[in-house]
Each structure stands twice: as structure tokens, then as C-alpha cells.
């Protein structure tokens, strides 16, 4: 059974930073491109960052420049590294390969980010 597990959002002042973490277990993330998105309540989830096999990555105009995902395929995590957070970089952040996991439909529990003075 695939999974996704987010891990280390929480409060943060705009301008601050933060790390996120996802662990996967059920596949191998190694074949896959992989990507972090986030959903504020009341919208639609938005992808904001992809990383290629390669290790390329791709960004929304939104977080690009203060955004980096990065991925670690021996241990199956990606990570996306935030700074100079925003109030509007508010969401639950989720993981997923992309395009997302599909047979079945699956995604994590997701991990909540505030930014907030």
C-alpha cells in the first residue's frame, strides 16, 4: 500500500523559514517524478514544485526563487526547503508523485504551515 507521510510544518514569522519533510513507503521513488503541492480550505490544491529523476527541478511562479525540493532516493524522502515565507504561503502542504498517485487516488495526511507575525 503506497503512502505518503509530511512531516515539519508549523508556525513561522513572514520572512522565516522552514523545512518540510515527506517519507513514502509502498514504491520506490526512484522511477518517479516526484512533487510537493498545498490547499488552502475553500481552493483547489495547487502543485507548486516538481523534481525530475535527474534531479531538475520545477516551480509555480508563486515560490519560485524561494522554494528548493530536493529528493533522497536511497531513502525514499523528498524535502522542500522554505524561505522568505509569506502570510499567502499559508496551506496544509502534501507530497505525491507527479502526476499524482492514482491507483488508487492517495495522499498523505499533509502538513500544516502558517506564516503569521
Known amino acids: 500500500q503506497v503512502q505518503f507521510v509530511e512531516s515539519g510544518g508549523g508556525l513561522v514569522q513572514p520572512g522565516g523559514s522552514l523545512t518540510l519533510s515527506c517519507a513514502t513507503d509502498?514504491?520506490?521513488?526512484?522511477?518517479?517524478?516526484m512533487s510537493w503541492h498545498r490547499q488552502v480550505p475553500g481552493k483547489a490544491r495547487e502543485l507548486i514544485a516538481q523534481?525530475?529523476?535527474?534531479?531538475?527541478?520545477i516551480y509555480a511562479d508563486s515560490v519560485k526563487g524561494r522554494f528548493t525540493i530536493s529528493r533522497n532516493d536511497a531513502k525514499d524522502t523528498i524535502s522542500l526547503h522554505m524561505t522568505s515565507l509569506k502570510p499567502e504561503d499559508t496551506a496544509m502542504y502534501y507530497c505525491?508523485?507527479?502526476?499524482?498517485?492514482?491507483?488508487?487516488?492517495?495522499w498523505g495526511q499533509g502538513t500544516l504551515v502558517a506564516v503569521s507575525s
Open positions: 509502498g514504491f520506490s521513488i526512484k522511477t518517479y517524478v
Open positions: 505525491n508523485t507527479y502526476p499524482t498517485w492514482l491507483s488508487p487516488p492517495t
Open positions: 523534481i525530475l529523476r535527474t534531479g531538475t527541478s
